[in-house]
């Protein structure tokens, strides 16, 4: 399904994004 696909790669962002803002933080 396109919209599963589609939350997956969401997932992988989400966590990205969220790795990304931990080091703009602590910078």
């Known amino acids: ?3 599963f696909e589609r939350t ?3 997932s992988g962002g989400v966590r990205r ?3 990304v803002r931990s080091v ?3 910078v």
Do not use: I, N, Q, T
């Open 1 to 3: 399904d396109d919209e």
């Open 8 to 10: 997956k790669e969401e």
């Open 17 to 19: 994004l969220a790795v």
């Open 24 to 26: 703009a933080a602590v």
